[in-house]
């Protein structure tokens, strides 16, 4: 037994796992960058980067052929633990080793920080019109069907389901009715129902602003600046059994339907799938500053005003490009604008981490100082001897 872990531990800390771990990560880099095209960034990022297995589509369309191949999370933890074991093997604490020991450590916290990043960091955008206040952020790649519940006070009380578990024939029980869904499209194209082909699904609305539409499923979007237009039909089923109808809901309509039940009038959507943050954030000015003469964009800035009831927080401040606003464990990003300029697109991302890039480049750098200024002084030692010998 003891034989085995050795040869185990032996093979863990080996020089050819390394070799192997890299060359699978630069083949993984290749499948990754030629099925961007097809796929997009975002779904390449999730597949191949941040999955512990990724398929790669061979043969994509009617025919499929997928070949699995290991995924950038289990490359990731297999070259850490390589590197661990090889340490633990090989290396020595010692003062000529200092400068190795630096490198690898940066390299391992490089490692750590993309997993950590994929597990911990979120992404998402706030557009906001001029004079407009918001205090949440949407995702621009997924959705949420919300059922919301008015109050005597004029308070609702919202109640979101993720895209993750919309399904065909998924139901979720409420407070005196069931919500179920007949079928979900992740992405569609929704035309009225006068130019509805025999590719368009059979099913239509039977109560609801969507009754004129109908809907057909169409591939994932795949560039970066379109989002899916997500549509699902739903009915709304009390406790007697008798359904109210069915409804076509859809990112693209934009619109909530109304529903009686209870004694109330619920409503309900499907809309981009919402971060709240514990602040807000009034967009009090964008300005699109261009070049003397052109069109072409020369900067783009929002004039902000932060209100957080918490602390008591009430500023102002300025996003502009490369100059992010960090606040309440977010970056603000100035990422675009729209509706000839009164609407700013501001880039929410959190990402615990953000600093273990900049910390492993540093150490990274540091280490390789150390290791060429030891070989320099070894080089310039040995020249003087000599010099000393042949006077």
Same mark, same amino acid.
């Not at 490198?103 to 998402?124: D, Y």
């Not at 943050?277 to 009034?282: D, E, G």
């Not at 009090?284 to 009831?309: A, C, E, M, Q, W």
């Not at 990003?333 to 540093?362: E, H, K, M």
């Given at each position: 037994?003891?034989?085995?872990?050795?040869?185990?531990?032996?093979?863990? *800390? *080996?020089?050819?796992?390394?070799?192997?771990?890299?060359?699978?990560?630069?083949?993984?880099?290749?499948?990754?960058?030629?099925?961007?095209?097809?796929?997009?960034? !975002? #779904?390449?990022?999730?597949?191949?980067?941040?999955?512990?297995?990724?398929?790669?589509?061979?043969?994509?369309?009617?025919?499929?052929?997928?070949?699995?191949?290991?995924?950038?999370?289990?490359?990731?933890?297999?070259?850490?633990?390589?590197?661990?074991?090889?340490?633990?093997?090989?290396?020595?604490?010692?003062?000529?080793?200092?400068?190795?020991?630096?490198?690898?450590?940066?390299?391992?916290?490089?490692?750590?920080?993309?997993?950590?990043?994929?597990?911990?960091?979120?992404?998402?955008?706030?557009?906001?019109?001029?004079?407009?206040?918001?205090?949440?952020?949407?995702?621009?790649?997924?959705?949420?069907?919300?059922?919301?519940?008015?109050?005597?006070?004029?308070?609702?009380?919202?109640?979101?389901?993720?895209?993750?578990?919309?399904?065909?024939?998924?139901?979720?029980?409420?407070?005196?009715?069931?919500?179920?869904?007949?079928?979900?499209?992740?992405?569609?194209?929704?035309?009225? #129902?006068?130019?509805?082909?025999?590719?368009?699904?059979?099913?239509?609305?039977?109560?609801?602003?969507?009754?004129?539409?109908?809907?057909?499923?169409?591939?994932?979007?795949?560039?970066?600046?379109?989002?899916?237009?997500?549509?699902?039909?739903?009915?709304?089923?009390?406790?007697?059994?008798?359904?109210?109808?069915?409804?076509?809901?859809?990112?693209?309509?934009?619109?909530?339907?109304?529903?009686?039940?209870?004694?109330?009038?619920?409503?309900?959507?499907?809309?981009?799938?919402?971060?709240?943050?514990?602040?807000?954030?009034?967009?009090?000015?964008?300005?699109?500053?261009?070049?003397?003469?052109?069109?072409?964009?020369?900067?783009?800035?929002?004039?902000?005003?932060?209100?957080?009831?918490?602390?008591?927080?009430?500023? #102002?401040?300025?996003?502009?490009?490369? !100059?992010?606003?960090?606040?309440?464990?977010?970056?603000?990003?100035?990422?675009?604008?729209?509706?000839?300029?009164?609407?700013?697109?501001?880039?929410?991302?959190?990402?615990?981490?953000?600093?273990?890039?900049?910390?492993?480049?540093?150490?990274?750098?540091?280490?390789?100082?150390?290791?060429?200024?030891?070989?320099?002084?070894?080089?310039? *030692?040995?020249?003087?001897?000599?010099? *000393?010998?042949?006077?």
């Amino acid at each position: 037994m003891l034989s085995i872990l050795r040869k185990f531990g032996k093979f863990l *800390s *080996s020089l050819r796992l390394t070799i192997v771990l890299l060359a699978l990560a630069m083949v993984l880099i290749f499948v990754a960058t030629i099925s961007q095209v097809e796929l997009g960034i !975002h #779904e390449v990022q999730l597949r191949f980067f941040r999955s512990w297995v990724a398929w790669w589509d061979v043969m994509p369309g009617d025919k499929k052929l997928s070949l699995p191949m290991p995924g950038g999370t289990l490359l990731g933890l297999l070259l850490i633990i390589n590197l661990l074991a090889a340490h633990g093997a090989r290396f020595k604490l010692r003062w000529n080793k200092a400068g190795m020991i630096v490198i690898h450590s940066g390299i391992l916290i490089m490692l750590l920080s993309e997993i950590l990043t994929g597990i911990l960091g979120k992404e998402a955008q706030m557009p906001i019109d001029e004079g407009e206040t918001k205090n949440y952020s949407v995702f621009q790649r997924e959705v949420e069907l919300v059922i919301i519940e008015p109050d005597s006070n004029g308070l609702e009380t919202v109640t979101a389901i993720p895209q993750s578990r919309l399904r065909d024939g998924a139901e979720f029980p409420m407070e005196g009715f069931t919500v179920k869904i007949l079928s979900f499209f992740r992405n569609s194209e929704i035309v009225p #129902e006068s130019e509805a082909t025999e590719e368009f699904e059979k099913t239509r609305a039977t109560t609801g602003l969507g009754k004129p539409f109908a809907v057909r499923g169409t591939p994932r979007e795949t560039q970066a600046d379109r989002r899916d237009l997500s549509t699902a039909f739903v009915e709304i089923i009390p406790k007697d059994g008798k359904s109210q109808g069915r409804w076509l809901l859809s990112n693209a309509l934009k619109t909530e339907e109304n529903f009686n039940v209870t004694g109330k009038t619920w409503k309900m959507t499907i809309r981009q799938r919402r971060l709240y943050h514990p602040f807000s954030i009034k967009l009090l000015d964008f300005s699109h500053d261009r070049y003397l003469g052109t069109n072409v964009p020369k900067n783009f800035s929002s004039k902000i005003r932060i209100i957080n009831p918490e602390t008591g927080e009430n500023r #102002e401040d300025l996003i502009y490009m490369n !100059h992010p606003l960090r606040y309440g464990g977010l970056t603000f990003y100035q990422s675009g604008f729209d509706n000839n300029d009164s609407t700013s697109i501001l880039q929410v991302v959190r990402n615990p981490v953000w600093t273990l890039p900049y910390i492993s480049c540093a150490m990274v750098g540091f280490g390789l100082l150390w290791v060429f200024s030891q070989h320099l002084l070894k080089a310039l *030692s040995r020249r003087n001897r000599s010099t *000393s010998v042949e006077s």
